[in-house]
């Protein structure tokens, strides 16, 4: 019993080597996301999403903004009969509207085939048969409700403290996010827009 | 059986001891002065220091939080990395100079400050709000800090992550268990089986009964269903008789740390229980589903093995019938006879006797932690009985009589029997 004890298997090892190899991993791991963030900003292709304000009384949480896109709503074509689950993963198909911003034409379960240049981002399902939201913010529940809500991990953006209000009494149709999607389908905010202008520009490190 | 009275039952037995010529004054100091090593003073400075390191570590958090973008975020993330080399070299040198407690407490500062790494990541890329997913990174990061620097405070965070992880994931999905809790958990099992910190039993123990909770999965808490009640009080059994088990047989420290929780959520139900069948909306026939059955099926074996395997029998029988007393309970609701007089009568007698039974376990094993949750299980059971009558209050006194009369009668009988078993010593010479 005592030989099979992960602390006498441990002590074997010089605690030199142990203290260095705890330090080392604690850091690799950070920047091992640090490395897996940047990647995406360095590498993956832009696109344009205008925003929806997810809850018009309260865009400003704590110190960070609340988006919605357009693209948070995808509209699953009912002939394809497939059921999707709450937490699943999908791999949502952009297409351009014709300002320019991105706009979802499908979603699957299975990485799409596309053709070369088309963007292809992942996502997880947060809710199932979901309203629209209408150019205003507002909820739209007239039609059939066949459509997804969709995370993409572009939801929160992070601001010194204080500086949330500005946005937040910005008017909501003139904030503009850009994005790098990398070709596995992750994605990261890369600038954050307000009438076209820069206001936040997110470098890699 | 190494509780936190020890050092006062020690004080109270050494005298007697020496008085009894069992045991040289020299020796009797020796022990005092071992015992005190262990529990005193030596402590203090990494407790002070370990306090000081939680400080640190919340500066480092709200200094994240505050987003001060004056200073670059690479340097802020320079700065952090640097923070846990400092704080594991720390541990390394306080280790090398003989002190582990002071060692311990650097590296659960260091695993801190790697959690406050993994917010300021999360805040330089607009990482979305996923706790549980920072969660696992701060359980993995507890993890190998707690194996390789053999630390308790890394190993204690690390459980809290993996419970908030795992709780997480399994209200996210909305679905049944979360199988994935046992990568980490196992792990973190096995370096608690070589650990005497009781912080770290007591967290184990409780991320299993955590885990076990939520195993029936979402939908059961979010329509209430009565079952849950017969499936926590199998669960509760299980781990009275698993942690009794253990001190009894020796078994892992780690085991018995069950003892408490088990006897918490023991007392809670049978209460709960015995409410419900009072109350005139809510005493209804209910079923057994699946993990009802299953914790049934763990739990009777257990407490089979306490009552045959246990070394001293006057404790673990009647704690075993006590049990079974309980685990009883929620069969009367099966039945269908709840609505009627004699399943209330037979619901009050049951957790009376359970009560009962685990009073007298306790007094007979020495376990006081027993005699108090039997007596707080009958104290709480005959309020609940004078506030809400079986009958009228002229039959709720009939009830407690009868009951009354009963205990004394074996009361009578037992004192005899205990007379007979172990005569005076003055006629045994």
């Known amino acids: ?205 | 059986m190494l509780t936190g009275s020890y050092r006062k039952r020690l004080e109270a037995d050494l005298p007697r001891w020496v008085a009894e010529g069992w045991l040289s004054a020299e020796n009797a100091t020796a022990i005092r002065r071992s015992v005190a090593r262990e529990q005193g003073g030596v402590r203090l400075p990494a407790l002070l220091g370990l306090l000081g390191g939680l400080l640190i570590a919340a500066s480092v958090a709200a200094f994240v939080a505050a987003g001060w973008e004056d200073i670059p975020r690479l340097v802020k993330l320079g700065m952090i990395l640097a923070t846990i080399a400092i704080c594991i070299a720390y541990a390394f040198r306080l280790e090398r100079q003989g002190s582990p407690r002071g060692a311990d407490a650097a590296v659960t500062c260091g695993v801190l400050i790697f959690g406050a790494g993994l917010a300021l990541v999360g805040q330089m890329y607009h990482l979305p709000a996923d706790w549980p997913g920072g969660a696992l990174l701060v359980a993995l990061g507890g993890l190998i800090a707690a194996v390789l620097m053999r630390s308790n405070g890394a190993l204690a965070i690390a459980l809290i992550a993996i419970c908030a992880w795992s709780g997480g994931r399994w209200e996210e999905a909305r679905s049944g268990a979360h199988l994935g809790f046992f990568i980490l958990y196992l792990p973190a099992l096995w370096l608690s089986l070589s650990r005497d910190n009781r912080l770290v039993h007591h967290l184990v123990v409780l991320a299993a009964a955590a885990w076990l909770a939520m195993a029936p999965g979402y939908g059961l808490f979010d329509r209430f269903d009565y079952g849950l009640l017969a499936y926590g009080l199998a669960l509760a059994v299980f781990y009275v008789a698993l942690g009794a088990l253990a001190l009894d047989r020796s078994l892992p420290p780690v085991l018995t740390a069950c003892l408490p929780w088990g006897l918490l959520g023991l007392v809670l139900v049978l209460n709960t229980e015995l409410i419900r069948i009072l109350d005139r909306d809510e005493a209804r026939a209910g079923h057994a589903f699946r993990f009802v059955v299953l914790a049934y099926a763990v739990a009777i074996p257990v407490v089979a093995c306490l009552a045959g395997l246990a070394r001293e029998r006057r404790f673990a029988w009647p704690l075993a019938a006590g049990l079974a007393f309980a685990l009883l309970v929620p069969a009367v609701f099966w039945t269908g006879i709840v609505t009627a007089m004699a399943g209330k009568i037979i619901v009050a007698s049951l957790v009376l006797l359970a009560a009962t039974a685990l009073v007298v376990a306790g007094a007979a094993g020495g376990i006081r932690r027993l005699v108090l949750a039997g007596s707080v299980l009958f104290g709480v059971a005959i309020l609940i009985l004078l506030w809400q009558t079986i009958g009228t209050l002229l039959d709720q006194s009939l009830f407690f009589l009868i009951a009354g009369a009963a205990l004394l009668a074996i009361a009578s009988g037992a004192r005899r029997l205990f007379a007979h078993l172990n005569p005076p010593e003055k006629e045994a010479a």
């Open chain 1, 1 to 205: 019993m005592r030989a099979l004890s992960a602390d006498s298997l441990v002590a074997k090892v010089p605690l030199l080597w142990r203290a260095l190899a705890t330090a080392l991993l604690l850091m690799l791991v950070l920047l091992a996301l640090v490395e897996q963030r940047a990647r995406i900003l360095r590498g993956g292709a832009e696109i344009r999403l205008k925003t929806v304000p997810i809850d018009p009384r309260d865009l400003f949480r704590g110190d960070y903004v609340i988006l919605a896109y357009p693209i948070s709503t995808v509209e699953v074509d009912a002939a394809s009969k497939t059921d999707f689950e709450r937490g699943e993963r999908v791999y949502v198909t952009l297409g351009r509207d014709e300002q320019g911003f991105a706009k979802a034409t499908g979603a699957t379960r299975d990485w799409p085939r596309v053709a070369d240049g088309v963007v292809v981002i992942a996502g997880r399902v947060t809710s199932t048969s979901t309203c629209a939201t209408n150019a205003d913010g507002a909820f739209d529940c007239s039609g059939r409700r066949n459509r997804l809500r969709v995370a993409y991990g572009l939801e929160s953006y992070f601001v010194p403290q204080g500086e949330g209000r500005a946005i937040e009494t910005t008017d909501k149709a003139r904030i503009e996010v850009v994005a790098a999607v990398s070709p596995f389908g992750e994605a990261a905010i890369k600038r954050l827009l307000i009438d076209g202008k820069p206001v936040y520009a997110e470098p890699p490190y």
